[in-house]
Nanobody, 126 residues
Framework: QVQLVESGGGLVQAGGSLRLSCAAS????????MGWFRQAPGKEREFVAG????????YYADSVKGRFTISRDGAKTTVYLQMNSLKPEDTAVYYC???????????????????WGQGTQVTVSS
């Protein structure tokens, strides 16, 4: 099992930027793809971005394409979500997720991911 801890959330004005981090521990020697999801108040959790084990492939939700960038470090123990040009509709709790034994980018579904972080709040003011 992989343990995930997110950080970097906060309050930012519309048009601003934030970078979220997700640190993985535990079975980090196993290959796993990573992803970010978010859940706004009163809404279901939705996919934001995914990245392959080697970091060469990424996939984004249409709502964040061109504004958000997912990446992972060389040690493959930390994944980042760089969020630029933030909008009030980006306000949500952001969750990091790991898909064990996956090299490629999983389908943008919660069921593809087996481990989840506790979430970090991102609030974008207008």
């Amino acid at each position: 099992q992989v343990q995930l801890v997110e950080s970097g959330g906060g309050l930012v004005q519309a048009g601003g930027s934030l970078r979220l981090s997700c640190a993985a521990s535990g079975r980090t020697f196993s290959s796993y793809a990573m992803g970010w999801f978010r859940q706004a108040p009163g809404k279901e959790r939705e996919f934001v971005a995914g990245i392959s084990w080697f970091g060469g492939s990424t996939y984004y939700a249409d709502s964040v394409k061109g504004r958000f960038t997912i990446s992972r470090d060389g040690a493959k123990t930390t994944v980042y979500l760089q969020m630029n040009s933030l909008k009030p509709e980006d306000t949500a709790v952001y969750y990091c997720a790991a898909a064990p034994s996956r090299l490629g980018v999983p389908a943008p579904l919660e069921s593809e991911y087996g481990s989840w972080g506790q979430g970090t709040q991102v609030t974008v003011s207008s």
